[in-house]
T-cell receptor
């Protein structure tokens, strides 16, 4: 996670939007990913974006990529209590070969 | 019909013992991985195999030895366990090496070394 940074915690109220931010350092990043980990479970791929795109929307999820600033965000609209989990940003680049490079994860807590 | 299954889910053992974790995927994927998640939830790749061939072997002690008898299985054997090996070990698979970012994870095996 040293090349991929995320804030550790985020708390939102049910129904509000959540925005989870991520920054990365490698300008050769090709794909950027968001994974979700619920307690006691493995990671689940939520969405990904190719580095030549700046936005991708998938139902309640919107991914924004600012390649110049190396900044990625995940917006969850109408956040529900079931969205409480750890969200990991990850990237692949020419230096990492075939390995995903994960951030340390952002714990999202959704309160009623 | 679990896509990526690993056993055991929990493992508690003494320092110095040898243990194995097994992983199987029924997705027909070519590539399998072992990731380690520490107590702070940091995830780091350990190994990856593509069609039974070792592709990635990160800086992992020699006490860790992966074995892939076929492309649907990737087992992890750990010798002479140390306290610092306590972690959750995740097996994952991807359709191919080119799709190594689109991973399907198992539920994890929590190893506790006493």
């Amino acid at each position: 996670g040293e090349d991929v940074e995320q804030s550790l915690f985020l708390s939102v109220r049910e129904g509000d939007s959540s925005v989870i931010n991520c920054t990365y350092t490698d300008s050769s990043s090709t794909y950027l990913y968001w994974y979700k980990q619920e307690p006691g479970a493995g990671l689940q791929l939520l969405t990904y974006i190719f580095s030549n795109m700046d936005m991708k929307q998938d139902q309640r999820l919107t991914v924004l990529l600012n390649k110049k600033d190396k900044h990625l965000s995940l917006r969850i609209a109408d956040t529900q209590t079931g969205d409480s989990a750890i969200y990991f940003c990850a990237e692949t680049n020419s230096n990492s070969g075939y390995a995903l490079n994960f951030g340390k994860g952002t714990s999202l807590l959704v309160t009623p | 019909d679990t896509a990526v299954s690993q056993t055991p889910k929990y493992l508690v053992t003494q320092m110095g013992n040898d243990k194995s974790i097994k992983c199987e995927q029924n997705l027909g994927h070519d590539t399998m991985y072992w990731y380690k998640q520490d107590s702070k939830k940091f995830l780091k790749i350990m190994f990856s195999y593509n069609n039974k061939e070792l592709i990635i072997n990160e800086t992992v002690p020699n006490r860790f030895s992966p074995k892939s008898p076929d492309k649907a299985h990737l087992n992890l054997h750990i010798n002479s366990l140390e306290l610092g090996d306590s972690a959750v070990y995740f097996c994952a698979s991807s359709q191919s090496l080119a799709l190594s970012g689109e991973l399907f994870f198992g539920e994890g095996s929590r190893l506790t070394v006493l």
